[in-house]
């Protein structure tokens, strides 16, 4: 019944759902002396789909069916070098026939691979032209020069707006039918924040469930009070596009910043150890600017000994695989 509620807003088919959900065994033995009953389980959100997969799916889902509607010739978006977003915006560009503009610029630092490898050589393959620009204060000026007398789509940054976030809302209620299937019920799902329209929709989506408070966000952008207003604003404008009863909160938003360290994109020790735990435990791919601080914060939770006992934890894997190519030598490898 709930499924309906999307029904107005056209949806360009970029995604295979729903994902699988899969329980961490291997990693559950080796955290046995902290565990006290704990279940993990991840949601691979970074499977399926075109591009090389990745969460940024789910919302590119919503935002290109609003683009085609409009009868858009070309998609214009900006971001980091190493954005998923530009790369999945590419990849679906390719897909439903649009040209696409992407500006990127690099973080502090960045050098070497990560100026031509990961994100940016899969947006190339994907046909997009790709601009690199000095800073983030060039965006404002690409964007102005990108459409060329062509109809244009500009992405939000990060693809997060409303109507992005409807893709998790979607996806909110898609882990509820896995429960049933499953025989559990989660008891806190993580996901990592970066631009919130992910852990904004999942919060609406679960809302319609009347399931408050089940979504933790760990913050690798904004810090806390930041995220927190951002990650509220969209819940609940996404909530109104979907008709939602009752009002959300900022009860209802849990964002934990203590895992994002000197900043985005920026790796710290406790993210590169969740990745190669991840890595080494299950063969399973963190990525370093995302889901590995949230996972830093997962692994955190677990060691808390005032945490609950038995919980039912789900990690939303989000993807950014090809990112670890532009972090080799963070890496160690
Ligand atoms: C963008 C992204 C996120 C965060 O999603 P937001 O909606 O921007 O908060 C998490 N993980 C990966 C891999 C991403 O690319």
Redesign the pocket.
Known sequence: MPATRFDPYPRARLFDGPTPIQRLHRLEAALEPVLRGARLFVKRD?LGGIGGG???LR?LEFLLGDAMAQGAEVLVGVGPLQS??ARLAAAAAARLGLDCELGLWPLEGQAGEALVSGNVLLGRLFGARVQMLPDASAAPGFIAAAAQGRKSYQLPP???SPLSALG?ADCALEIADQEHALGLRFDRVV??????????GLVAGFSLLGRRRLVQGFS??ADAPAAEANTLALARACHALLRGEGEITVADIRIDDTWRGPGYGRTTAESLDALHLLARHEGLLL?P???AK?FAGLLAHLRDVTRPRNENLLFVM???TP?LFGYQSALGT
């Open positions: 970074d990745g969460s940024k919302k998923n977003s990060g693809a997060s998790y996901i990592a924040n970066g631009s919130s329209a992910s852990q904004a690798v952008l990525d600017v995302y889901s949230a989000t993807g950014g990112a």
